[in-house]
Structure formats: structure tokens, C-alpha cells
């Protein structure tokens, strides 16, 4: 039984999803609380799960499975398009939640509720694909094809910094390619990230028993990564914890799906836009305040721009407003909570003790940290080796395209790269030298579309990916079946 704070109600805990909330159970476990970041104020409590929880979940979602898998194509489709039509019909809802628990500006919290939506849309069209292939064979007469089957029940491990789509890419193609799923959001987004997937699949008439939520911290993610039930796992979140999900799932041969951090670089050329740059490198560093896998991490500017391009960027930054993002108009929220919020300045505060300077930003109030520029950083400093998950932007120059280019790389990281320059065949011979899952030139490093295959090299994964076609790859085994008439005679 969740409790509800008092001052949630209104539009947060009375609609459709507040409704469902009085009701819903997610474990036995300790209470775990919802706190609001912008204000400290306490959203809810909800009873936290517990390893034997996990158990119970995972062996309820295999027996269910089977019996889904066998299902129509067509009814599968079926039930991820209502549950599409539920999301939307409740958006205003599901938005109000997501700035309350992740303190996302509304820029933020609608891309949230627009991705979300296509990524159940997406996988609405999974179950219709062709799943396999005819193969020739070199055995005359014999039937031999190729095919993928679900691979039954998928642990899905969420952050707290985009809990809906970060959850639905997983939850959504997993289900429709006839799995069952185990889905643990982070304990501050137990609504976003958990609920909300609760209440929509359950409206939208999906079999009791496939999907299940559980809500928690270290024990219970492991528990999930440890289940005998559950053979793939998907984890998204820092590359510290993935490489402990990694060697607990690997160790027990599991495929294990790892999306992880970032520290991506953001390459202005002498021959860019310097407005269009500047725009898109504050929005890449600052937006959500810095906390998403894809954020600019690293600005790496030729030398012949970069004062122009650091008043730019800097005159950006000054303008930007802090504050509640869902009671103020502002386009900066809060730092997710104190200890990210310390990690952020100490980072920012050891940086400058290294010798680079201050040109904007670099204090707080509360847990609102303003955006910040660093120029002078040098490639030894923390705020270019780390990634932040703060609103920083660390400056460096270059005075070649090769210097540039090996400057990127030379991160451990690989998740996105974007380049500026007015000629697409500088920005296209610059891209295919970069070690990143994704590039692009002339726009911004915040980019993404449910079809496409999301996922990083190095540090930032394993090279599983998410999106489209992708999705088969991560939700389904291959499965090669022969037939034939006439048994073959054998020698013994
Ligand atoms: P985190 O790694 O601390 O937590 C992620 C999830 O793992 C949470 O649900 C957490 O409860 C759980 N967890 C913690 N310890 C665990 C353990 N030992 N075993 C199993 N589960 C465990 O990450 P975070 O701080 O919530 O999120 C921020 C990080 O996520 C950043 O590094 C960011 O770059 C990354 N991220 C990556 C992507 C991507 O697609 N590549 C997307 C969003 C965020």
C-alpha cells in the first residue's frame, strides 16, 4: 500500500495513475520515500522489495510467459497499441510525475512523454516483423530455416534520470516479442520509472504475471541479475555498476545488456556556425542540468574560434533561469540530490585548483547548481577524464583536425560525438574516425529516435543496442529448426 503525502494531492495523486497508486504493492520490503528534489518535499512512500520479492516476481513471470509467446502476433500488437493509447491519454499525469521526481524542466519531461510514447508505438510493429529466414541446406530434401524466439524473461534495471523512456525501450519490444519482464527502476523514481508501466500495461489487458516491478536498491538489482529465472538482463545506468552487472550476469553466462555513461565530445571547427555551435553546446551541456548519458561532457574548440565561441556559449549559460521547474518558468531544474549535487562541485572546484579558469557559473544554491563554463581545462583534469552528470562545460582548443580527433578518442567512453563545420565532408571524414555508437554533424549531442539502434563503444557499453531492429537482436534468441520426411540412415 503506497503512502501518499498530502500535498500531492491535486493534479500529481488524484487522476487515473493516482488512482492506481492507493493500491499498488511493489514489494514487502522497507518503506522507501519519494522525495520532490526542487523542494524537498515528500511525494510519497512506497513499501520497497526485498530479494525474496524479486524471486516471487521472476517465477511468476516465467510461468507466465509460455503461454504469451504462443499468442497471436496480432494480439500482442494489439495490446501494445492500447497501451500506447493509455500513455497518451494520461501524458498530462505521467508528466506531472516526471518533474516532481526528476525535477525536469518541461522541455525535458514532454521529450520524455513524446519518446515514451513512440517507443511503445515502435514495438507495436515488432511482433509483425518476419522472424526468421529459409536457409539453403546442404542435405537434400531438408527443410531448414532459422528463427528467433523470445528469450522468456528479460530483468530490465533502470537509472533515475529518464525512467520512462529508458524503461519503455526495454519493457516495450521485450513484451512484444512475447517476454515477460522484471522491471526495477531506481527507488527516487518508483512512480515514473515503475508505477506508471504498471498501470498502463494492466488498462491496456496485458496477461497477469508478465510484467513485474520491483523497486529497490543494490540487493534487489543484483538479486534480479542473479535469478536462475531470468536469462537476460538489461541494465542501464553507470559504468561502475555495469561492470558489476557484467562480471555477477557473466559469471553465470547470462547475456547481459549493458548501456552505460558517457563523456561525449562536442567538436566546433575554425569554419563552424559559431551561433548554431554555441546554441547546441549549451543545450547539450545544460539541458536537464547536465545529467543524461549523452550530454556534452567535453567541448573541444579550434583555437581560431574558440574566445567567440566561449562568449557564445558563456552569454548562453548567463541566461538560462534556475529554479522549480514545475512551479517556476525556468529551463534548469535541480542536481538530482546532495551527493551528486557535492560530486558535481568537487569535480568543477579541482578542476580550477588545476589551473583552469572560471568563465561562468560554478556555484549553487541549494540544489541548484548554475550552468558552468571551464576554460583552460587541461586533458588531465577531472572535468575533461569524468563524467560529470552536472551542468558543465569544460573548454579545450585544437588547432587540427587530427589533434581534434585524437582528443575525442582518447576518452575511455563512446556513446555520441558531434561535430560543427560549415563543409559536410570535413564533418563526415571526421566521423568516421570517431570511436562513438553514434555522431553527428551539425547538430546536437541529445539525439535520439525509437527506431534507431541507441548504444555506445568502450566504457559506454557492451555493444548491445536498443531501438528498431536492434530490439530483436537483444529480446530474441536465434533458434535453427531442420525437417525432413525421410529420417537419414546413420553409420551406428
Ligand atoms: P546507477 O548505476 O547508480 O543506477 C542505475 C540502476 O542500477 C538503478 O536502478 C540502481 O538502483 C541500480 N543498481 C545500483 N547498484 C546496483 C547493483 N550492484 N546491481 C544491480 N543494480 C544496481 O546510475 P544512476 O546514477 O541512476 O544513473 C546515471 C548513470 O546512468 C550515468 O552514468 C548515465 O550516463 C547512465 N545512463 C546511461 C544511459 C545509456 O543509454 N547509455 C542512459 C541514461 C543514463
Not at 57 to 70: I, L, M
Not at 440 to 454: M, Q, R, S, W, Y
Request: proline share 6%; hydrophobic share 40%.
Amino acid at each position: 500500500m503506497v503512502t501518499i503525502a498530502p500535498d500531492t494531492t491535486g493534479s500529481a495523486a488524484s487522476g487515473w495513475l493516482g488512482s492506481f497508486l492507493e493500491t499498488w504493492e511493489p514489494g514487502t520490503g522497507d518503506p522507501i520515500e519519494d522525495r520532490e528534489p526542487a523542494t524537498g518535499r515528500h511525494l510519497l512512500t512506497v513499501a520497497g522489495s526485498t530479494p525474496d520479492d524479486v524471486a516471487r516476481a521472476a517465477a511468476a513471470a516465467r510461468a507466465a510467459q509460455p503461454a504469451w509467446a504462443a499468442t497471436s502476433y496480432q494480439d500482442r500488437a494489439r495490446i501494445l497499441r492500447r497501451a500506447a493509447e493509455i500513455y497518451e491519454a494520461n501524458r498530462d499525469e505521467f508528466g506531472t510525475w516526471t518533474q516532481r521526481e526528476t525535477g525536469a524542466s518541461h522541455s525535458k519531461m514532454h521529450h520524455e512523454s513524446n519518446f515514451a510514447y513512440l517507443e511503445i508505438l515502435n514495438a507495436a510493429t515488432l511482433p509483425s516483423q518476419p522472424y526468421g529466414s529459409l536457409m539453403p541446406s546442404a542435405v537434400k530434401g531438408r527443410l531448414s530455416m532459422v528463427r528467433r524466439v523470445p528469450v522468456g524473461v528479460v530483468g530490465a534495471i533502470t537509472p533515475w534520470n529518464s525512467p520512462s523512456v529508458l524503461g519503455m525501450r526495454v519493457v516495450a519490444p521485450a513484451l512484444a516479442l512475447g517476454n515477460a519482464v522484471v522491471l526495477k527502476p531506481d527507488p527516487q523514481t518508483p512512480v515514473v520509472g515503475g508505477a506508471m508501466f504498471a498501470a498502463v500495461f494492466k488498462e491496456a489487458g496485458l496477461p497477469e504475471g508478465l510484467l513485474q516491478i520491483v523497486v529497490g536498491g543494490a540487493d534487489v538489482g543484483e538479486a534480479i541479475v542473479t535469478d536462475p529465472n531470468i536469462p537476460v538482463v538489461s541494465f542501464t545506468g553507470s559504468t561502475a555498476v555495469g561492470r558489476r552487472v557484467g562480471q555477477l550476469g557473466g559469471g553465470l553466462l547470462k547475456k547481459v545488456s549493458l548501456e552505460l555513461g558517457g563523456n561525449n565530445a562536442f567538436i566546433v571547427l575554425d569554419d563552424a556556425d559559431l551561433e548554431a555551435a554555441a546554441s547546441a553546446g549549451a543545450f547539450a551541456s545544460f539541458q536537464f542540468q547536465g545529467q543524461v548519458c549523452f550530454a556534452a561532457g567535453r567541448h573541444l574548440v579550434h583555437r581560431a574560434v574558440a574566445d567567440a565561441y566561449i562568449e557564445a556559449l558563456t552569454a548562453k549559460a548567463r541566461r538560462l533561469r534556475t529554479g522549480d521547474p514545475y512551479r517556476e518558468d525556468v529551463q534548469l531544474g535541480p542536481i538530482v540530490n546532495e551527493k551528486q549535487l557535492a560530486r558535481v562541485d568537487d569535480i568543477v572546484q579541482r578542476t580550477l585548483s588545476g589551473g583552469a579558469r572560471l568563465a561562468e557559473g560554478g556555484t549553487s544554491e541549494g540544489l541548484f547548481y548554475r550552468p558552468t563554463v571551464l576554460t583552460g581545462v587541461t586533458t588531465e583534469s577531472p572535468a575533461w577524464t569524468d563524467e560529470i552528470f552536472g551542468p558543465v562545460a569544460p573548454v579545450v582548443t585544437f588547432e587540427t583536425d587530427d589533434e581534434a580527433i585524437e582528443l575525442a578518442n582518447s576518452s575511455a567512453y563512446g556513446l555520441v560525438a558531434s561535430i560543427y563545420t560549415r563543409s559536410i565532408g570535413r564533418g563526415l571524414a571526421i566521423a568516421d574516425r570517431m570511436r562513438t555508437g553514434m555522431v553527428h554533424v551539425n547538430d546536437g549531442t541529445l539525439n535520439d529516435e525509437a527506431i534507431i539502434p541507441f548504444g555506445g563503444m568502450g566504457d559506454s557499453g557492451n555493444g548491445s543496442r536498443y531501438g528498431g531492429e536492434a530490439s530483436l537482436d537483444t529480446f530474441t534468441e536465434w533458434q535453427w529448426v531442420t525437417l525432413r520426411d525421410e529420417p537419414p540412415a546413420f553409420p551406428f
